[in-house]
Each structure stands twice: as C-alpha cells, then as structure tokens.
C-alpha cells in the first residue's frame, strides 16, 4: 500500500524542483537571449566590415588569436571620420553634388530622399517622433490597440481632413518594426503615461509584460 504521507513529500520536492528551475529560466533566459543578440550582432559587422579594413591597420595581424568587436571599432571610427568630413565646407559640396546626381535616376531619388528624411527625423536631438504612446480604437469601434504617435500632420492629408488629425504608427505584434500608418483625429487619440520602451514591451510580449502603474493622461489640447 502507498504511503500517503511519502507520496506528498514526493509531490512537494517536485513542485520544489519545478518552482527552481522556472525561475532559473526566468533568470537565465533574458540574459543569454541578450548576450546572444548582442554577438550576433558584433558578428554580423565583423563579418562585413574586417574585409575592407587594410591588413596594416588590422590588429589581428599582428595577434595570433581573433579579435571579437574590431570591426564595429572601424564602423564607428569610419562614421565618425565621415561625420566630420560631411560637416565642413568642401564635405557640403560633395554632398550637394552627390544629391543633384541622385535626383536625376527617377526611382533611386524617391528611395534616397525618403530614407534620408527618416534618419533625419530619428537622429535629431529635437525630434519628437515616437514620443507619445496613446490608444486607438481599432481595427473597429470599441476595440482599442496601443500604437506611438510618430508626428504632427502638417501637409496635404491635414488640410483636407475636417478634424485635427496626427500621425500615428499602430505596431503589429510580437514584431513592432511592421505595422499602420494611421491618421487619426486628435480628439479620437487617448495619451498614455508609459514610455515608448514600455509601449513596445507591452506590444512585443502582446500584453503578457503590463506597464500599469500610472493613470492615463488627459487628451492633449488641440495644435
């Protein structure tokens, strides 16, 4: 006959077990993901980059072992040097040459001067794109999405629109780099308190990771 009393000391050393190794995976899991990410990264760059730096600049020639990284130093030593390059006058000129050559191929200065405009707009220290997190009713009344307000309307759409509207992107879920642009009347908008990281996890995790912990905000007044 089984024991009872064995039979639950049984359960609560597995339950025990059980408990420690989710936590474990909980602990454990975000670390290594990140690590992993992060030298995936580095190799990708790596792997790019090492072929076009010159052996004489190339540390690892003059090391017997491999140099992890050395090839994200040259890309950003290499940015840099053409940062600075692109600042001053003679830069500027061969840019605008670059530019007037570009604005002459009918596709290529579409796909040229929108990436250049969205850089632009990311990179600026007095950017507001993404900002503002807010609620949406979509895809329908009555349901309601998290999306980021990417920027003011200011130009065809606004004018032709009755309402004060604002550009909102709506991400999809778990991957938030695709998605909707929307255009959605200001008063229609509902502002959130949570950051834009903590907007992303909460759409990432597709609602698993919740950022409650302050009131939502009252619409912001009209432009």
């Not at 990284?69 to 040259?74: A, C, D, S, T, W």
């Not at 290529?108 to 007095?126: A, M, P």
């Not at 004018?159 to 550009?167: E, F, G, L, R, T």
Request: no cysteine.
């Amino acid at each position: 006959m089984t024991d009872p009393l064995k039979v639950k000391a049984e359960k609560t050393i597995l339950q025990r077990l059980r408990t420690y190794f989710l936590t474990g995976l909980v602990v454990a899991s975000p670390v290594g993901i990140t690590i992993y990410l992060a030298l995936a990264f580095i190799d990708l760059i790596d792997r790019n980059i090492k072929p076009l730096i010159p052996a004489a600049y190339n540390p690892e020639t003059y090391l017997p072992f491999p140099l992890p990284g050395i090839g994200l130093v040259f890309l950003f030593f290499m940015l840099t040097i053409l940062g600075f390059l692109a600042a001053n006058f003679l830069g500027k000129g061969l840019i605008r040459v670059g530019e007037k050559i570009l604005n002459r191929m009918p596709i290529i200065r579409s796909v040229y001067n929108t990436l250049k405009q969205i850089f632009e707009t990311v990179i600026s220290e007095d950017a507001v794109s993404f900002q503002d997190v807010v609620l949406v009713e979509y895809p329908r009344k009555g349901i309601w999405a998290i999306a980021f307000v990417s920027g003011e309307n200011t130009g065809e759409v606004q004018a032709k629109m009755q309402d004060d509207v604002v550009n909102v992107f709506l991400p999809t879920t778990p991957n938030p780099t695709s998605g909707f642009l929307l255009f959605v009347p200001r008063k229609d908008v509902i502002y959130l308190d949570m950051t834009p990281d903590e907007g992303a996890k909460y759409v990432i995790s597709a609602g698993l990771v919740d950022p409650s912990r302050l009131p939502i905000k009252e619409n912001k007044p009209s432009a």
